[in-house]
C-alpha cells in the first residue's frame, strides 16, 4: 500500500492489546483482498476505503495481478479524469502492460500524456482494443459498449460514486467484479426526485454498493484500515465521526508530520489561527454570528486572506516522507466550498490579493484529491438554515479529509445553534436503511473539536 515503507512506529492497539503497526495492517488487509479478487467465485467483491488509504494503489496492483494471472479484464471508473489517472498509474508500475483506454467521440477526452506512453492505446472502438490486457473506461461509455464476448473479472472504481442504474447497464459485461470506494464521500448525484423509488430492492438512485450488497448480503467485504494520508491528528476525528462501523487509524504518529512557517504571525486572527493549525493539525477562524447571502464577501474574504497569509508566510511542511522541510507552494494548498458561485467567489479575491495557482473548487471536485493544507468555508456558515444539502454527511466529510497536515475551517458563529433548532423532518420511509452516521451527531462531532482550535476573526 502507499506509504507502508514509511514507518515501522508501533502504537498501542485498543485496551492495551498487540501494538498496531500500520504496514502490516494494510499489508495483510490487501492480501485477503487480492486473494479473494483472484479466487472467490462470488459475483462481487466489495472493499471500503477511507481517505487516503491506498484506494488506487490497490485497484492498480489487483488490476496487474489479474493480467499476470491470464485472467484479462475491464475497469469502470466514474470520470474521464479517473479513467486517465488509472491508466497514467498502470503505467508508470508496468509500463510494458497493454492498456487499452476506451474514450468518447468528443475530442479532448483524453489526457494528452497518454500518447507518450508506447503500450496503452486509445479508441472510441472497442474493436480497436482487442487483445489488450486491461481496458478502462468511464461507466457512461461502458453503458454503450457492445461486445461478443464479455470479461471474466471487472474493477469497479468509486463504487460509491456509481448508481445502481450505472451498474445495471454495464453488468453484462463481466462475470464478477472487485467493488472498491470511500463509503464516506458523497453519494452519487441525481437531477431528478428519487422518493417513488425509495424502499425498493431497484431504487436506481442508491449507489451501486448499496444495491449489490442488498441482492448479495453474503459477499466477501473488507475494508483499509489505514489512511496514509490524513495526519495522527485528524484520523481518529474523521474515523469517529464519519466511519464509525469501518474505523480506521492514521499511518503516521503525533511526531512523523510538522508544519512551521519562516515569518513569525503579526498577532491577527488570520495569522493566530495558522500557529494553531500549524501546532494541532486543525483550526477554527470564527466570524461573528450573522445571516449571510451564499457569497458572504467577509467570510470569502477571510478564506482568501488565510491563504495569502499562508504564502507569505513561506509555510513549510516536514513528514515522514523525507528528512527535510518541503515548501508548502501554492499546489499544495487547496480550498473547499460547497457551492461553486462560492468557489467562484474566493477565487476572485485571491486574485486581488495576487494569489494564483491555489485550487479552489467543491467538496464533489475535490473527492479523491490530497494536499498539504486545506481552508474550507463550512456548509452552514451564514445560514438561516440547515437543508439536507448543506447537512450531507459526505460533503463535511470531503472537505474535513483531503489534508496532510492542517485544515483551517473558516465559519461564522452559531452553526451548533442552527442545528439544534432544524431537526431532521426527514420521512421515515418503509424498506429504506437509516443512513449513519447521522449528519447532526457527525457535525456537532466536528464542531465539538473545531471548537478546541477557535480563534476569533477580530481577536
Given at each position: 500500500?502507499?506509504?507502508?515503507?514509511?514507518?515501522t512506529?508501533?502504537?498501542?492497539?485498543?485496551?492495551?492489546?498487540?501494538?498496531f503497526?500500520p504496514g502490516?495492517?494494510?499489508?495483510?488487509?490487501?492480501?485477503?483482498i487480492l486473494?479473494?479478487t483472484?479466487?472467490?467465485?462470488?459475483?462481487g467483491v466489495?472493499?471500503?476505503?477511507p481517505?487516503?488509504?491506498?484506494?488506487s494503489t490497490?485497484?492498480?496492483?489487483?488490476a496487474?495481478?489479474?493480467?499476470?494471472?491470464?485472467h484479462?479484464?475491464?475497469?469502470?471508473?466514474?470520470?474521464?479524469?479517473q479513467?486517465?489517472?488509472l491508466?497514467?498509474?498502470?503505467?508508470?508500475?508496468?509500463?510494458q502492460?497493454p492498456?487499452?483506454?476506451?474514450h468518447?467521440s468528443e475530442?479532448?477526452?483524453?489526457?494528452p500524456?497518454?500518447a507518450?506512453?508506447?503500450e496503452?492505446?486509445?479508441?472510441?472502438?472497442?474493436?480497436?482494443?482487442?487483445?489488450m490486457?486491461?481496458?478502462?473506461?468511464?461507466?457512461?461509455?461502458w453503458a454503450?459498449t457492445?461486445?461478443?464476448e464479455?470479461?471474466r473479472?471487472?474493477?469497479v472504481?468509486?463504487a460509491?460514486?456509481m448508481?445502481?442504474?450505472?451498474?445495471?447497464a454495464v453488468?453484462g459485461?463481466?462475470?464478477r467484479?472487485?467493488?472498491?470506494?470511500?463509503?464516506?464521500?458523497?453519494?452519487?448525484?441525481?437531477?431528478?426526485?428519487?422518493?417513488?423509488?425509495a424502499?425498493?430492492?431497484?431504487d436506481?438512485s442508491?449507489?451501486?454498493?448499496?444495491?449489490?450488497?442488498?441482492?448479495?448480503?453474503d459477499?466477501?467485504?473488507?475494508r483499509?484500515?489505514?489512511?496514509?494520508?490524513?495526519?495522527a491528528?485528524?484520523a481518529?476525528?474523521?474515523s469517529?465521526?464519519?466511519?464509525p462501523?469501518?474505523?480506521f487509524?492514521?499511518?503516521?504518529?503525533?511526531?512523523?508530520?510538522?508544519?512551521a512557517?519562516?515569518v513569525?504571525g503579526?498577532?491577527?486572527?488570520?495569522?493566530?489561527?495558522?500557529?494553531e493549525?500549524?501546532?494541532s493539525?486543525?483550526?477554527?477562524l470564527?466570524?461573528?454570528a450573522r445571516h449571510?447571502?451564499?457569497?458572504d464577501?467577509?467570510?470569502?474574504?477571510?478564506?482568501?486572506?488565510v491563504?495569502r497569509?499562508l504564502?507569505?508566510?513561506?509555510?513549510?511542511?516536514t513528514?515522514?516522507?523525507?528528512?527535510?522541510?518541503?515548501?508548502?507552494t501554492?499546489?499544495?494548498?487547496a480550498?473547499g466550498?460547497a457551492h461553486?458561485?462560492?468557489?467562484?467567489?474566493?477565487?476572485?479575491?485571491?486574485s486581488?490579493?495576487?494569489?494564483?495557482?491555489?485550487?479552489?473548487?467543491?467538496?464533489?471536485?475535490l473527492?479523491?484529491?490530497?494536499?498539504?493544507v486545506t481552508?474550507?468555508?463550512?456548509?452552514?456558515?451564514?445560514r438561516?438554515?440547515?437543508?439536507?444539502f448543506?447537512?450531507?454527511?459526505?460533503?463535511l466529510?470531503v472537505?474535513?479529509?483531503?489534508?496532510?497536515?492542517a485544515?483551517?475551517?473558516?465559519c461564522r458563529a452559531?452553526?451548533a445553534?442552527l442545528?439544534?433548532?432544524?431537526?431532521?423532518?426527514?420521512?421515515?420511509?418503509?424498506g429504506v436503511?437509516?443512513?449513519?452516521?447521522?449528519s447532526?451527531?457527525?457535525?456537532?462531532a466536528?464542531?465539538?473539536?473545531?471548537a478546541?482550535?477557535?480563534?476569533?476573526?477580530?481577536?
Amino acid at each position: 500500500m502507499t506509504g507502508a515503507p514509511w514507518t515501522t512506529r508501533q502504537t498501542p492497539g485498543p485496551g492495551g492489546a498487540e501494538p498496531f503497526d500500520p504496514g502490516a495492517a494494510a499489508a495483510a488487509a490487501t492480501d485477503a483482498i487480492l486473494h479473494d479478487t483472484l479466487h472467490s467465485t462470488r459475483p462481487g467483491v466489495v472493499v471500503d476505503s477511507p481517505p487516503g488509504a491506498g484506494k488506487s494503489t490497490l485497484v492498480v496492483r489487483a488490476a496487474r495481478e489479474l493480467a499476470a494471472a491470464g485472467h484479462p479484464l475491464m475497469i469502470v471508473a466514474q470520470t474521464n479524469a479517473q479513467v486517465d489517472d488509472l491508466v497514467l498509474r498502470l503505467a508508470e508500475k508496468d509500463p510494458q502492460l497493454p492498456v487499452g483506454r476506451l474514450h468518447g467521440s468528443e475530442t479532448g477526452t483524453v489526457d494528452p500524456a497518454l500518447a507518450a506512453l508506447p503500450e496503452v492505446r486509445t479508441s472510441a472502438k472497442i474493436a480497436d482494443l482487442a487483445g489488450m490486457d486491461i481496458v478502462v473506461s468511464t461507466a457512461a461509455k461502458w453503458a454503450h459498449t457492445k461486445v461478443e464476448e464479455g470479461w471474466r473479472h471487472a474493477i469497479v472504481d468509486e463504487a460509491y460514486q456509481m448508481r445502481s442504474d450505472a451498474l445495471l447497464a454495464v453488468a453484462g459485461l463481466f462475470e464478477r467484479a472487485l467493488f472498491v470506494g470511500d463509503p464516506g464521500q458523497l453519494d452519487p448525484f441525481s437531477v431528478v426526485g428519487a422518493e417513488q423509488w425509495a424502499g425498493l430492492a431497484y431504487d436506481p438512485s442508491s449507489s451501486a454498493v448499496a444495491t449489490l450488497l442488498a441482492h448479495n448480503p453474503d459477499l466477501p467485504q473488507h475494508r483499509l484500515p489505514v489512511s496514509w494520508r490524513l495526519p495522527a491528528s485528524a484520523a481518529p476525528l474523521v474515523s469517529d465521526a464519519f466511519y464509525p462501523f469501518a474505523r480506521f487509524r492514521s499511518g503516521t504518529g503525533p511526531g512523523d508530520r510538522s508544519l512551521a512557517f519562516g515569518v513569525p504571525g503579526d498577532g491577527s486572527g488570520v495569522d493566530r489561527v495558522l500557529d494553531e493549525a500549524a501546532v494541532s493539525g486543525w483550526g477554527l477562524l470564527e466570524l461573528p454570528a450573522r445571516h449571510t447571502p451564499r457569497t458572504d464577501p467577509e467570510a470569502v474574504r477571510a478564506v482568501a486572506l488565510v491563504v495569502r497569509r499562508l504564502l507569505d508566510r513561506g509555510a513549510a511542511a516536514t513528514s515522514e516522507r523525507g528528512p527535510d522541510p518541503e515548501p508548502v507552494t501554492a499546489a499544495r494548498v487547496a480550498v473547499g466550498t460547497a457551492h461553486r458561485d462560492q468557489a467562484a467567489a474566493v477565487r476572485a479575491t485571491l486574485s486581488e490579493l495576487g494569489v494564483s495557482g491555489v485550487v479552489v473548487d467543491t467538496a464533489n471536485r475535490l473527492q479523491g484529491r490530497e494536499y498539504d493544507v486545506t481552508v474550507v468555508l463550512h456548509p452552514l456558515s451564514g445560514r438561516p438554515d440547515a437543508t439536507a444539502f448543506h447537512l450531507e454527511t459526505g460533503r463535511l466529510c470531503v472537505l474535513a479529509s483531503r489534508h496532510r497536515h492542517a485544515c483551517i475551517v473558516v465559519c461564522r458563529a452559531g452553526v451548533a445553534e442552527l442545528l439544534d433548532e432544524h431537526p431532521s423532518t426527514e420521512p421515515v420511509q418503509l424498506g429504506v436503511t437509516v443512513k449513519f452516521p447521522d449528519s447532526w451527531e457527525a457535525h456537532h462531532a466536528v464542531l465539538a473539536r473545531l471548537a478546541e482550535h477557535r480563534v476569533g476573526w477580530r481577536g
